[in-house]
């Protein structure tokens, strides 16, 4: 049995009976693993194909893990099981509560026939760039968490333009990629303005802001809306040293400073929700019941993994933009 065959007039493309022929050969157990497929010139001789055609069928099944190429040796099967139609490259900043909600979300949603390889970058760029670069070629699809990174989105315009997803931020650099996004100024500017009437009780806006994992556009959507309602505000990078007054309000993105704040306010004998007030971000079911229920600003990361998984199942090329909403507790 040849480990390819080509028909003429069936309204298949070639390079898709290529893919179908080898998958067929692998199933009925005739090319084994590490076993040769034929050279890219035989096939083309044989059935009076173009490399770029031959090329193409090869390099979907090396994207999917089925064969790999041993430069100028040629293309070897890599596995036996072809059950697998896509191989997802997976590029996360940093593994929380939040964002495995995000990949068991995807994950339920994607699929069975569907490999998902997951990596961190953890903010640091020289990893971005290599985990970008050992993985070009190797996946049908690409999602990637950038976050603020600076050389990001050059890093990802290595990646093949169709290939690409990007995922919980994006920027100007980044608009031509589909993407499923928060709109951090929109959300923490729509979110402090559903809070307002419970705000207008308190003398000061107080936002803990590192700089560094966040993004800037929870800062400057925070800025905004003190300015346009006339807030007394202030920035601060961390929570230290810091004694808390009566009348302010803390927002918090990171769970370390909320944690911080709701200790220092416990030796100071400060009545949470009384004498002080806290909106922390991301929703997380432990929020619920601390401290009698702790106000929140945050996604629903379900859902952006099940977003996600529809536009890539779908083929879908969008920009959508994740929904957020200020769930009001106790500490507000």
Same mark, same amino acid.
């Given at each position: 049995?040849?480990? @390819?065959? @080509?028909?003429?007039?069936?309204? !298949?493309?070639?390079?898709?009976?290529?893919?179908?022929?080898?998958?067929?050969?692998?199933?009925?157990?005739?090319?084994?693993?590490?076993?040769?497929?034929?050279?890219?010139?035989?096939?083309?001789?044989?059935?009076?194909?173009?490399?770029?055609?031959?090329?193409?069928?090869?390099?979907?099944?090396?994207?999917?893990?089925?064969?790999?190429?041993?430069?100028?040796? *040629?293309?070897?099967?890599?596995?036996?099981?072809?059950?697998?139609?896509?191989?997802?490259? /997976?590029?996360?900043?940093?593994?929380?509560?939040?964002?495995?909600?995000?990949?068991?979300?995807?994950?339920?949603?994607?699929?069975?026939?569907?490999?998902?390889?997951?990596?961190?970058?953890? #903010?640091?760029?020289?990893?971005?760039?290599?985990?970008?670069?050992?993985?070009?070629?190797?996946?049908?699809?690409?999602? &990637?968490?950038?976050?603020?990174?600076?050389?990001?989105?050059?890093? @990802?315009?290595?990646?093949?333009?169709?290939?690409?997803?990007? /995922?919980?931020?994006?920027?100007?650099?980044?608009?031509?990629?589909?993407? %499923?996004?928060?709109?951090?100024?929109?959300?923490?500017?729509?979110?402090?303005?559903?809070?307002?009437?419970?705000?207008?009780?308190?003398?000061?806006? !107080?936002?803990?802001?590192? *700089?560094?994992?966040?993004?800037?556009?929870?800062?400057?959507?925070?800025?905004?809306?003190?300015?346009?309602?006339?807030?007394?505000?202030?920035?601060?990078?961390?929570?230290?040293?810091?004694?808390?007054?009566?009348?302010?309000?803390?927002?918090?993105?990171?769970?370390?400073?909320?944690?911080?704040?709701?200790?220092?306010?416990?030796?100071?004998?400060?009545?949470? *929700?009384?004498?002080?007030? @806290? &909106?922390?971000?991301?929703?997380?079911?432990?929020?619920?019941?601390?401290?009698?229920? %702790?106000?929140? &600003?945050?996604?629903? #990361?379900?859902?952006?993994?099940?977003?996600?998984?529809?536009?890539?199942?779908?083929?879908?090329?969008?920009?959508?933009?994740?929904?957020?909403?200020?769930?009001?507790?106790?500490?507000?």
């Amino acid at each position: 049995m040849k480990a @390819i065959s @080509i028909q003429n007039n069936v309204g !298949i493309p070639k390079y898709k009976q290529i893919i179908a022929s080898i998958e067929k050969t692998i199933e009925n157990g005739m090319l084994k693993k590490d076993g040769k497929l034929p050279s890219v010139n035989k096939v083309c001789l044989e059935f009076s194909l173009s490399r770029d055609t031959v090329f193409q069928a090869y390099d979907e099944l090396k994207k999917r893990g089925v064969i790999y190429a041993i430069p100028g040796k *040629g293309y070897y099967v890599k596995s036996t099981s072809i059950t697998i139609k896509q191989r997802i490259f /997976l590029l996360f900043d940093e593994l929380n509560i939040f964002k495995e909600d995000i990949y068991n979300s995807f994950l339920e949603s994607i699929g069975s026939n569907v490999q998902v390889d997951i990596f961190f970058h953890h #903010f640091n760029v020289q990893v971005f760039k290599k985990l970008i670069n050992d993985s070009n070629g190797n996946y049908t699809k690409y999602i &990637i968490m950038p976050t603020n990174l600076k050389e990001a989105a050059a890093i @990802i315009k290595t990646l093949p333009v169709n290939e690409v997803y990007i /995922l919980d931020q994006t920027n100007a650099a980044l608009k031509s990629y589909p993407a %499923i996004y928060q709109n951090h100024f929109k959300d923490i500017y729509n979110g402090l303005l559903k809070g307002k009437s419970k705000l207008n009780k308190y003398q000061k806006l !107080i936002l803990i802001f590192p *700089g560094f994992r966040e993004p800037i556009g929870m800062k400057t959507g925070f800025e905004k809306f003190c300015e346009d309602f006339l807030f007394s505000f202030e920035i601060i990078s961390e929570f230290k040293n810091r004694e808390i007054k009566k009348g302010e309000v803390y927002i918090i993105p990171s769970d370390r400073d909320l944690v911080r704040v709701i200790e220092t306010s416990k030796f100071k004998n400060l009545k949470l *929700g009384l004498d002080f007030g @806290i &909106i922390s971000y991301n929703e997380t079911p432990l929020k619920k019941i601390v401290e009698n229920g %702790i106000t929140t &600003i945050s996604t629903n #990361f379900d859902a952006m993994g099940k977003t996600l998984a529809q536009m890539i199942l779908e083929g879908k090329k969008e920009q959508i933009e994740n929904k957020s909403a200020l769930i009001i507790r106790n500490s507000l």
